[in-house]
Nanobody, 126 residues
Framework: QVQLVESGGGLVQAGGSLRLSCAAS????????MGWFRQAPGKERELVAT????????YYADSVKGRFTISRDRAKNTVYLQMNSLKPEDTAVYYC???????????????????WGPGTQVTVSS
Protein backbone atom coordinates (compact mmCIF):
# COMPACT_ATOMS: atom_id res chain seq x y z
CA GLN A 1 0.00 0.00 0.00
CA VAL A 2 1.43 3.32 -1.08
CA GLN A 3 1.69 5.92 1.64
CA LEU A 4 2.92 9.48 1.72
CA VAL A 5 3.17 10.86 5.23
CA GLU A 6 3.88 14.50 5.91
CA SER A 7 5.37 15.81 9.14
CA GLY A 8 6.88 18.99 10.53
CA GLY A 9 3.88 21.27 10.46
CA GLY A 10 2.90 23.48 13.36
CA LEU A 11 2.43 26.99 14.64
CA VAL A 12 5.13 29.58 14.01
CA GLN A 13 5.36 33.35 14.19
CA ALA A 14 5.72 35.45 11.09
CA GLY A 15 9.34 35.57 10.00
CA GLY A 16 10.04 32.15 11.42
CA SER A 17 10.97 28.88 9.75
CA LEU A 18 9.66 25.35 9.48
CA ARG A 19 10.89 22.25 7.72
CA LEU A 20 8.34 19.83 6.34
CA SER A 21 9.16 16.22 5.53
CA CYS A 22 7.27 13.70 3.42
CA ALA A 23 8.20 10.04 3.62
CA ALA A 24 6.99 7.77 0.83
CA SER A 25 6.57 4.02 1.23
CA UNK A 26 4.80 1.03 -0.25
CA UNK A 27 6.53 0.86 -3.60
CA UNK A 28 9.66 2.00 -5.33
CA UNK A 29 9.57 5.69 -6.14
CA UNK A 30 12.49 5.60 -8.49
CA UNK A 31 11.79 8.07 -11.27
CA UNK A 32 8.92 9.76 -9.44
CA UNK A 33 8.70 13.51 -9.19
CA MET A 34 7.56 14.79 -5.82
CA GLY A 35 6.23 18.05 -4.59
CA TRP A 36 4.45 20.19 -2.07
CA PHE A 37 1.05 21.78 -2.41
CA ARG A 38 -1.14 23.73 -0.04
CA GLN A 39 -4.76 24.61 0.53
CA ALA A 40 -5.99 27.46 2.68
CA PRO A 41 -9.58 27.59 3.97
CA GLY A 42 -11.96 28.62 1.21
CA LYS A 43 -9.28 28.48 -1.46
CA GLU A 44 -8.26 25.99 -4.11
CA ARG A 45 -5.26 23.76 -3.68
CA GLU A 46 -2.16 25.38 -5.13
CA LEU A 47 1.29 24.23 -6.07
CA VAL A 48 4.11 25.31 -3.77
CA ALA A 49 7.21 23.52 -5.08
CA THR A 50 8.01 20.40 -7.06
CA UNK A 51 11.17 18.52 -8.02
CA UNK A 52 12.06 15.70 -10.37
CA UNK A 53 13.58 12.41 -9.28
CA UNK A 54 17.07 13.54 -10.23
CA UNK A 55 16.64 16.96 -8.69
CA UNK A 56 17.74 18.59 -11.93
CA UNK A 57 14.42 20.34 -12.38
CA UNK A 58 12.48 22.19 -9.70
CA TYR A 59 9.52 24.53 -9.87
CA TYR A 60 8.38 27.10 -7.33
CA ALA A 61 5.29 29.20 -7.05
CA ASP A 62 6.10 32.90 -7.37
CA SER A 63 4.75 33.50 -3.90
CA VAL A 64 7.44 31.31 -2.28
CA LYS A 65 10.46 31.90 -4.49
CA GLY A 66 13.46 32.94 -2.46
CA ARG A 67 11.83 31.81 0.79
CA PHE A 68 11.14 28.09 0.33
CA THR A 69 13.50 25.36 -0.81
CA ILE A 70 12.51 21.86 -1.90
CA SER A 71 14.96 18.99 -1.64
CA ARG A 72 14.84 15.23 -1.61
CA ASP A 73 16.73 12.24 -0.30
CA ARG A 74 16.26 9.52 -2.90
CA ALA A 75 17.70 6.81 -0.68
CA LYS A 76 15.07 7.57 1.95
CA ASN A 77 12.20 8.24 -0.46
CA THR A 78 11.75 11.53 1.35
CA VAL A 79 11.14 15.06 0.14
CA TYR A 80 11.62 18.16 2.27
CA LEU A 81 10.35 21.71 2.19
CA GLN A 82 12.42 24.28 4.04
CA MET A 83 10.23 27.30 4.67
CA ASN A 84 11.89 30.53 5.77
CA SER A 85 10.56 34.04 6.31
CA LEU A 86 7.08 32.67 6.80
CA LYS A 87 4.11 34.96 6.36
CA PRO A 88 0.54 34.70 7.68
CA GLU A 89 -0.60 34.08 4.11
CA ASP A 90 1.44 30.87 4.10
CA THR A 91 -1.07 29.41 6.55
CA ALA A 92 -2.61 26.30 4.99
CA VAL A 93 -2.70 22.55 5.01
CA TYR A 94 0.40 21.38 3.17
CA TYR A 95 0.21 18.24 1.09
CA CYS A 96 2.90 16.07 -0.43
CA UNK A 97 2.39 14.35 -3.78
CA UNK A 98 4.31 11.96 -6.04
CA UNK A 99 3.91 11.28 -9.73
CA UNK A 100 5.56 9.03 -12.30
CA UNK A 101 4.84 11.11 -15.41
CA UNK A 102 7.26 13.99 -14.81
CA UNK A 103 10.69 12.52 -15.43
CA UNK A 104 12.52 15.50 -16.89
CA UNK A 105 10.55 18.57 -15.92
CA UNK A 106 9.05 19.18 -12.52
CA UNK A 107 5.24 19.25 -12.36
CA UNK A 108 3.52 22.60 -12.66
CA UNK A 109 0.00 21.38 -11.98
CA UNK A 110 -2.05 20.14 -9.05
CA UNK A 111 -4.12 17.83 -11.25
CA UNK A 112 -3.72 14.18 -12.12
CA UNK A 113 -0.88 13.38 -9.74
CA UNK A 114 -0.57 9.75 -8.74
CA UNK A 115 -0.33 9.82 -4.97
CA TRP A 116 -1.15 12.29 -2.21
CA GLY A 117 -0.48 12.45 1.50
CA PRO A 118 -3.12 13.40 4.09
CA GLY A 119 -1.56 16.81 4.77
CA THR A 120 -0.03 18.70 7.67
CA GLN A 121 -1.24 22.02 9.08
CA VAL A 122 1.02 25.05 8.98
CA THR A 123 -0.17 28.12 10.84
CA VAL A 124 1.75 31.39 10.75
CA SER A 125 0.71 33.97 13.31
CA SER A 126 1.19 37.69 12.80
Amino acid sequence: QVQLVESGGGLVQAGGSLRLSCAASGRTFSGYAMGWFRQAPGKERELVATVTWSGSSAYYADSVKGRFTISRDRAKNTVYLQMNSLKPEDTAVYYCAADSKYTRVAPTTTRGLDYWGPGTQVTVSS
